[in-house]
C-alpha cells in the first residue's frame, strides 16, 4: 500500500510560511472588514487575529525546532499575549484620540508584521528541556 504524501518542505520555506502567516492574517482581518456588516466572514478573521495574529508572531519565529513543551508553551501563551498587544494598541490610539476600528486593526497588522520579521522570543521550556528528559526518574515528595 502506498501512500500519497507530498513531499515535506525544507526547513527554511517552512519557517517562512510559519512567519509570514500572523503576518497576512493581519492584512486579510482588514480587508474582512470591507464585507458587510455581522457577516461571519468579516468578524471571524478580525477576531482570530486580534486573539492570536501578534502572539503567534512573537512567540512562534524559534531559530531551532520546538521540543513539545515549548510548542504547548507557545500555543497556550500566543492568546495572552496576542490580546495584551491588542489593548496596548488600543490604548495608545485612545490617548491620541484616533482610535477606530480601521486604525486599530492597521496599527495591530503592522506590529505584527514588524514582530514576524524579527526572531522569537526565548521560551523557557525550549531551553530548559523541562518536559522531556531521558532517564530522568521522578521526585517522589511526602
Known amino acids: 500500500m502506498s501512500e500519497n504524501r507530498q513531499p515535506a518542505l525544507p526547513a527554511r ?31 471571524i478573521p478580525v477576531l482570530l ?12 519565529p524559534q531559530p531551532g525546532p520546538l521540543r513539545p513543551g515549548a510548542r504547548l508553551e507557545a500555543a497556550a501563551l500566543a492568546a495572552p499575549v496576542g490580546l495584551s498587544l491588542a489593548v496596548l494598541t488600543a490604548t495608545s ?3 491620541v484620540r484616533s482610535f477606530s476600528g480601521t486604525a ?11 514582530a514576524s520579521a524579527l526572531p522569537g522570543l526565548p521560551l ?15 521526585v517522589r515528595r511526602r
Request: with cysteine; proline share 10%; hydrophobic share 55%.
Open 13 to 43: 520555506p517552512r519557517q517562512t510560511l510559519i512567519r509570514a502567516a500572523p503576518a497576512l492574517s493581519g492584512w486579510v482581518a482588514l480587508a474582512a472588514t470591507a464585507l458587510p456588516g455581522g457577516s461571519p466572514l468579516r468578524w
Open 49 to 60: 487575529f486580534v486573539c492570536f495574529g501578534p502572539g503567534l508572531a512573537l512567540l512562534y
Open 93 to 95: 490610539l485612545f490617548l
Open 104 to 114: 486599530f486593526l492597521v496599527a495591530l497588522a503592522a506590529l505584527t508584521t514588524l
Open 124 to 138: 523557557p521550556a525550549a531551553t530548559r528541556g523541562a518536559v522531556e528528559r531521558a532517564g530522568a526518574t521522578p
